[in-house]
């Protein structure tokens, strides 16, 4: 299994990035995915989730309305889409994967049986 996380970078404050996330070694479509983040000197945390049909989609309070998850089944791909970004969007950015997860252990990191390597994120100016 591997998840290859990709498209950070460097972004000014109220710029976008688009995150990427792989996936092969699995059954694509049958894993609930996720994106966290871990910023320098603080605890993983948990940004966005989607449902593994793609039916419904999850975002923690600081990230809602200016970050879209999204995936696509043709592609094995996730997707983080990022505008509006802030200084305290800068972290290293993970993508997660799991089967049966049920809603409330979304924001756990151990809910989640697979990782990518991560791609930072920085938003400075």
């Known amino acids: 299994v591997q998840l290859q996380a990709s498209g950070g970078g460097l972004v000014q404050p109220g710029g976008s990035l688009r995150l990427s996330c792989a996936a092969s070694g699995f059954t694509f479509s049958n894993q609930y995915m996720s994106w966290l983040r871990q910023a320098p000197g603080k605890d993983l945390e948990w940004v966005a989730s989607?449902?593994?049909?793609?039916?419904?989609?999850y975002y923690a309070s600081s990230v809602k309305g200016r970050f879209t998850i999204s995936r696509d089944r043709l592609k094995n791909t996730e997707y983080l889409q990022m505008n509006s970004l802030k200084p305290e969007d800068t972290a290293v950015y993970y993508c997660?994967?799991?089967?049966?997860?049920?809603?409330?252990?979304?924001?756990?990191?151990?809910?989640?049986?697979?990782w990518g390597q991560g791609t930072q994120v920085t938003v400075s100016s």
């Open positions: 997660a994967a799991s089967q049966g997860i049920i809603v409330s252990s979304i924001p756990n990191p151990v809910s989640y049986r697979y």
């Open positions: 989607i449902w593994s049909d793609g039916t419904y989609t």
